[in-house]
Structures are given as C-alpha cells and as structure tokens.
C-alpha cells in the first residue's frame, strides 16, 4: 500500500539587501536571505534537513550550506539558468511530500553589478563556445541577440509590434512604482522604450533587464511543521518543468518557449486552469519573454500575445497582475532571478505586498498565482502553481 503523500508549503520568505549592494559578498547576501527568511517562518533552523543552491562556489551547494552552517542530507544544485529555482522548488516539494526531506531551504544572492562596477569581471555576451554551442559563438550569437532574433519571429509570424513589447517595459515600470525597493520606479512611456538606444534589433536598452545586485531565500516545508509557522502557509498546488534545446538550430520553432509543457503539466497537476490564477508571475530577461510566456500558459491564444499586453492587463489593478514587483525589467535582476518571483508570488498571496498589494472584487486577497521561470534564450522553464488553500 503506497504511504500517503504530504502536502507542501512555502513557510518563509525573504529578500536580501538589493539593488545597488557594494559592500557584501554574495555569501553574505546569501546569509542575510536565509536569516530573514528563516525569521519569517518562525522555525527553528535545527528543522531545516535540505538546502538547494546554483551559481556560486565551485561545488555548490556544498560550499553555500558550510557557510551557511547547515549539513543537509538533502540537496540539489540543478542550474538550468532563471529557470533554475522554480525547478528546484519543484523537486524540493516532490522530496518533502515522498518524505526524502521536511524542510528544503532555497537561497541566492550575487553583487553581478557590483563586480562589474569594481571591474572584478566584465559582461558576459555568451555562455561559453564549448560543446554544441561552439557552432554557433564564433557567428556573435550573444544572448540578447537568441532572444531578438526569437522576437522578430514572432513578429513576422503574427504581426506582434515593437510597441507592443514596448508596452511590457512601461507596465512593469508602473509596478514597479509601488515597490519601495525596486531600483527604478519613474514612469516611463511606449515612446521612451522605442526611442532608447537599440541592443540588439527590435530590443532597445528599456526592453533588457537591469543589472543589480541581491538575493533572496525561500523555504518549503512539510505540512506537520505549519502549525508552528509564524504565518500562513502558501501551499504548493502543482509544478512542472521543461527543457527544449541549447543551439538554436535545434529549437524548432522560435515562438513556442518550454513553458508551453511546464506550464501544462503545472496546471494539470494542480487541477486549476490558467483562467483561475489571479496574479502571474514571470520571468522577464526581456519583454519578450514575458508575452511569449503568457501565450504558452495559456493566458491568451497562440499569436495573440501583443494585443494581450497593450491594454494594460499586466497592471497591479489589470485583468491579470504581471511582475506586481516591477520584474527583472525594473525591480532587481542581479542574475538567476527566478527565486525573487516565488517571493512575491508569496507575498501577494499572503497579502503583505504593501501598496502594490493585488485585491479582487469586493478587497479579497489573490488566491492563486503562478511563478513561471526561464533559463537560457528559452531552453528552460519551470513553472509553479501555488495557493491560500
């Protein structure tokens, strides 16, 4: 007789110090999330028997969890890029509810613009020139020309407009607005994303990610450790996870990402419908990335994706709240994002999102969301459905 399976929570949240952060290393960024977000589960750390950790260290997470002080007999240090941590949440709760492990701590941080800034390294324009992409480095294949060439597809294909990109940026912006800790929250207009100096043909400097510092930590536990939470629980519902290709002559079609089957296995798994979600989530590199993730969860059609964002449904106040935080367009991208969207995913549900906080009729909290990662010029993606109940 199969033993029943746990039902698995986010019990602990936190972020870092962000942004424009010059002093700690990324270890310390990593202490201070773990710190805070341990605090907010109200836990003792002696619970916590799994850690998960990528993009640091030459034998991560072995050297974050000594720094860190913890000895896990549980780990994972899958790094698929932004996709990374909606993976690891995934196998984090499939180990907790089989009983592999009770309490999974998730953590990151990076100084990506400090370093920079210090010129302890530079910009990277490619992921390396070995193994299947050394057909392709040699050609000036950077990262943010995978991504434009995938957005003239889209384009091309079903007449999507650089302002209707543009609109994702000025949206994102306007979230952003209400995030005391976003690291730029002047408006911004359609008109000033398209007259920006270009990167790469159609994305102009507004269309790309900033570059800042931070981190942040998440931690997942088993349903017999809520009762003793300091706050309500954020369950997880369902997740998936994809990956598609690394060359681009592999990727058969530009404007279908892997959310297209981790978005679908989320949803079936959690027994919800994109149409139930309250508020989304989602990993945004690019604005792109944003509107081709929509049409592959579902929100809206295949080729319908630029009129769905131009009218202002991605708004805190909108049909469906994007990036309630800003996103990696305006809040904070200091490199492997995709922790930071299960953090305000949490937060929004839990209703402690402050004055950009997501209300439905009648000043009800959210109850549903979706944190949907991104890794690579869309190689991967894991997606996350989480709930109030």
């Given at each position: 007789?199969?033993?029943?399976?746990?039902?698995v929570?986010?019990?602990g949240i936190?972020?870092?110090?962000?942004?424009?952060?010059?002093?700690?290393?990324?270890?310390?960024l990593?202490?201070?999330?773990a710190?805070?977000?341990?605090?907010?589960?109200?836990?003792?750390?002696?619970v916590?028997?799994g850690?998960?950790?990528?993009?640091?260290?030459?034998l991560?997470?072995v050297?974050?969890?000594?720094?860190?002080?913890?000895?896990?007999?549980?780990?994972?240090?899958?790094?698929?890029?932004?996709?990374?941590?909606?993976?690891?949440?995934?196998?984090?709760?499939?180990?907790?509810?089989?009983?592999?492990?009770?309490?999974?701590?998730?953590?990151?941080?990076?100084?990506?613009?400090?370093?920079?800034?210090?010129?302890?390294?530079?910009?990277?324009?490619?992921?390396?020139?070995?193994?299947?992409?050394?057909?392709?480095?040699?050609y000036?294949?950077?990262?943010?020309?995978?991504?434009?060439?995938?957005?003239?597809?889209?384009?091309?294909?079903?007449?999507t407009?650089?302002?209707?990109?543009?609109?994702?940026?000025v949206?994102?912006?306007?979230n952003?607005?209400a995030n005391?800790?976003?690291?730029?929250?002047?408006?911004?207009?359609?008109?000033?994303?398209?007259d920006?100096?270009?990167?790469?043909?159609?994305?102009?400097?507004?269309?790309c990610?900033?570059r800042?510092?931070?981190?942040?930590?998440?931690?997942?536990?088993?349903?017999e450790y809520?009762?003793?939470?300091?706050?309500?629980?954020?369950?997880?519902?369902?997740t998936?996870?994809?990956?598609?290709?690394?060359?681009?002559s592999?990727?058969?079609?530009?404007?279908?990402?892997?959310?297209?089957?981790?978005?679908?296995?989320?949803?079936?798994?959690?027994?919800?419908?994109?149409?139930?979600?309250?508020?989304?989530?989602?990993?945004?590199?690019?604005?792109y990335?944003?509107?081709l993730?929509?049409?592959?969860?579902?929100?809206?059609?295949?080729?319908?994706?630029g009129?769905?964002?131009?009218?202002?449904?991605?708004?805190?106040?909108?049909?469906?709240p994007?990036?309630?935080?800003?996103?990696?367009?305006?809040a904070c991208?200091?490199?492997?994002?995709?922790?930071?969207l299960?953090?305000?995913?949490?937060?929004?549900?839990?209703?402690?999102?402050?004055?950009?906080?997501v209300?439905?009729?009648?000043?009800?909290?959210?109850?549903?969301?979706?944190?949907?990662?991104?890794?690579g010029?869309?190689?991967s993606?894991?997606?996350?459905?989480?709930?109030?109940s």
């Open positions: 007789m199969a033993t029943p399976q746990r039902r929570a986010i019990v936190s972020l870092s110090d962000c942004g424009r952060v010059d002093g700690p290393t990324p270890y310390a990593h202490a201070q999330a710190r805070r977000a341990l605090a907010d589960s109200g836990l003792d750390r002696s916590i028997d850690f998960g950790s990528a993009g640091l260290g030459a991560a997470p050297e974050v969890a000594e720094y860190l002080g913890l000895k896990p007999r549980w780990v994972d240090s899958t790094a698929v890029g932004g996709a990374t941590w909606e993976v690891m949440a995934a196998h984090a709760a499939d180990a907790i509810a089989a009983g592999h492990a009770n309490a999974v701590l998730l953590a990151y941080g990076s100084t990506a613009r400090a370093d920079i800034k210090a010129k302890r390294r530079t910009s990277n324009l490619s992921f390396g020139g070995r193994g299947p992409l050394q057909f392709e480095v040699p000036g294949h950077t990262l943010v020309a995978k991504y434009a060439m995938a957005a003239r597809r889209h384009m091309h294909e079903y007449g407009t650089p302002a209707q990109l543009a609109s994702v940026a949206q994102a912006r306007a952003a607005a005391p800790d976003a690291m730029f929250r002047d408006p911004i207009t359609v008109d000033d994303v398209l920006g100096p270009m990167i790469a043909d159609p994305f102009t400097k507004l269309h990610c900033i800042s510092d931070g981190g942040c930590a998440v931690l997942i536990a088993a349903e809520v009762p003793d939470c300091a706050k309500d629980p954020v369950w997880i519902l369902g998936g996870e994809h990956v598609s290709h690394t060359t681009m592999e990727w058969e079609d530009f404007t279908v990402s892997p959310a297209a089957v981790s978005g679908r296995l989320a949803f079936e798994r959690a027994g919800v419908t994109p149409a139930e979600v309250d508020i989304a989530e989602i990993y945004d590199a690019f604005t990335m944003t509107l993730t929509l049409e592959d969860l579902g929100f809206c059609a295949k080729g319908e994706g009129p769905f964002v131009e009218k202002g449904r991605l708004l805190r106040d909108g049909e469906l994007v990036n309630t935080d800003g996103g990696g367009l305006s991208h200091p490199g492997m994002r995709g922790l930071f299960l953090v305000e995913a949490v937060r929004q549900l839990r209703g402690e999102a402050g004055a950009r906080q209300r439905k009729a009648g000043g009800r909290l959210p109850e549903l969301a979706v944190a949907s990662g991104t890794g010029w869309f190689c993606s894991g997606t996350v459905v989480l709930g109030r």
